[in-house]
């Protein structure tokens, strides 16, 4: 029987990368507000995750895999952020997680054992300057998520990735010139900045039963760059 996968955003970049790879052995679900254009079988619900309320959609009864893509990069000196910037970071990234999940828990407490998978930053493992919002959110993430797995053993397994920069629309302003790209990857010790299969491959993996044995995890994937310094 074919388990059931929700994805909270997902029609573009990585999201999108992760509903396709999974869509062959799972009935996947993308709650997004724009449409995602695939070839491949997938259900597609209207959804914001900052205005809507995910009880109102047409959802299986169980849910056994649960992603929350949105995600922000907003990076900026200290000084030029407003108190409005950090909480529009904080919606997005961790309330609007937070509003999706308490919307479903019953549907994923009928699985043997969900699987949810979140999405960190390497800049909240590695200081970087500029970061401080993102960083600040994806880390609130990162609490969460373990503090979650802890109280919702064994019956939930929830980890977390954290990528470096990775070729996404969200990622294009970084990555708009031969000189920019070539400074993202000389960055990393891998010499390359991530591409949406690479964060997809670990997403499926997380989802999988090949990682069954693992919860309250902090996945790097980013190159090298958290945990090398080659430079």
């Known amino acids: 029987m074919k388990k059931n996968i929700l994805l909270i955003g997902g029609s573009t970049g990585i999201g999108k990368e992760i509903a396709e790879r999974l869509s062959e052995k799972a009935n996947v679900f993308v709650a997004s507000r724009n449409e995602i254009e695939t070839d491949k079988e997938i259900k597609h619900l209207k959804f914001n995750a900052l205005e809507d309320d995910i009880k109102e959609l047409d959802l299986p009864d169980q849910i056994d895999g649960f992603v929350y893509c949105p995600g922000s990069i907003n990076l900026k000196p200290f000084k030029m952020l407003s108190l409005e910037n950090f909480e529009k970071e904080m919606q997005l990234n961790f309330f609007g997680l937070v509003k999706s999940l308490n919307g479903i828990m019953d549907r994923l407490k009928k699985s043997d054992q969900a699987s949810l998978v979140f999405f960190s930053t390497v800049a909240v493992n590695t200081g970087m300057p500029f970061h401080t919002s993102v960083a600040a959110a994806k880390g609130a993430i990162e609490g969460f998520a373990r503090s979650l797995a802890a109280e919702y053993a064994p019956n939930l397994r929830v980890n977390?990735?954290?990528?470096?920069?990775?070729?996404?629309?969200?990622?294009?302003?970084?990555?708009?010139?031969?000189?920019?790209?070539?400074?993202?990857?000389?960055?990393?010790?891998?010499?390359?900045?991530?591409?949406?299969?690479?964060?997809?491959?670990?997403?499926?993996?997380?989802?999988?039963?090949?990682?069954?044995?693992?919860?309250?995890?902090?996945?790097?994937?980013?190159?090298?760059?958290?945990?090398?310094?080659?430079?």
């Open 160 to 231: 977390v990735i954290a990528p470096s920069l990775t070729d996404t629309p969200l990622a294009e302003k970084l990555l708009s010139s031969d000189d920019k790209k070539k400074k993202m990857e000389d960055r990393h010790p891998l010499k390359r900045y991530g591409k949406p299969e690479d964060i997809a491959s670990a997403a499926t993996f997380l989802l999988g039963e090949e990682s069954s044995w693992m919860t309250g995890q902090i996945l790097g994937v980013d190159g090298g760059l958290s945990a090398l310094n080659v430079n």
